[in-house]
T-cell receptor, first 112, second 115 residues
Framework: QKEVEQNSGPLSVPEGAIASLNCTYSDRGSQSFFWYRQYSGKSPELIMSIYSNGDKEDGRFTAQLNKASQYVSLLIRDSQPSDSATYLCAVNIGGNTDKLIFGTGTRLQVFP | DAGVIQSPRHEVTEMGQEVTLRCKPISGHNSLFWYRQTMMRGLELLIYFNNNVPIDDSGMPEDRFSAKMPNASFSTLKIQPSEPRDSAVYFC?????????????FGAGSRLTVL
């Protein structure tokens, strides 16, 4: 089992819809969870972090964490074509807050 | 701040040659990470340093790879000898600790092609 798993997609949604991106992780001791966005040919950039169970909202983005199910998700409301990118889930592994492991990413396509 | 600076941005070399990738982290960040990204394997952690000391190099694929951080403002990743399967984008990232966890800032990456 991979340490951090994501569906590779592509996930296609129409403009204005809600995009839902999911991630599961294997280490029950993980405490820190991140979503990065990567445009084609660019480097990953942080968009959300979450450390506690529940929801965390930042503008059009909502991160959701369920440690019991080892599941973290990202919702993007009112999706825009500019949101089209690969979204990478990242998790601190091994009870070590410094070692950040990434999933392979989900490619999101928002069409007009 | 100029962010994390990597060089070269692109390198094309022949199999068997030595490759050296360079990274300057953000000033004040005390952790530095080297990742490799390919289509097949995604973003893989190769090695990371805290306060210039290598902490975990378990992701370094084999002895052909080595990394150093002689001071807080410079790190290198060396591949000797290089092989075609080393072709990838290599990212350097540095981090500051926020709310108890490291938040990474990535450089623009070095795209390596080994022929």
């Amino acid at each position: 089992q991979k340490e951090v798993e994501q569906n590779s997609g592509p996930l296609s949604v129409p403009e204005g819809a809600i995009a839902s991106l999911n991630c599961t992780y294997s280490d029950r001791g993980s405490q820190s969870f991140f979503w990065y966005r990567q445009y084609s040919g660019k480097s990953p950039e942080l968009i959300m972090s979450i450390y506690s169970n529940g929801d965390k909202e930042d503008g059009r983005f909502t991160a959701q964490l369920n440690k019991a199910s080892q599941y973290v998700s990202l919702l993007i409301r009112d999706s825009q074509p500019s949101d089209s990118a690969t979204y990478l889930c990242a998790v601190n592994i091994g009870g070590n807050t410094d070692k950040l492991i990434f999933g392979t990413g989900t490619r999101l396509q928002v069409f007009p | 701040d100029a962010g994390v600076i990597q060089s070269p941005r692109h390198e094309v070399t022949e199999m068997g040659q030595e490759v050296t990738l360079r990274c300057k982290p953000i000033s004040g960040h005390n952790s530095l990470f080297w990742y490799r990204q390919t289509m097949m394997r995604g973003l893989e952690l190769l090695i990371y340093f805290n306060n210039n000391v290598p902490i975990d190099d378990s992701g370094m694929p084999e002895d052909r790879f080595s990394a150093k951080m002689p001071n807080a403002s410079f790190s290198t990743l060396k591949i000797q000898p290089s092989e075609p399967r080393d072709s990838a984008v290599y990212f350097c990232a540095s981090s500051e600790r926020l709310s108890g966890a490291n938040v990474l800032t990535f450089g623009a990456g070095s795209r390596l092609t080994v022929l």
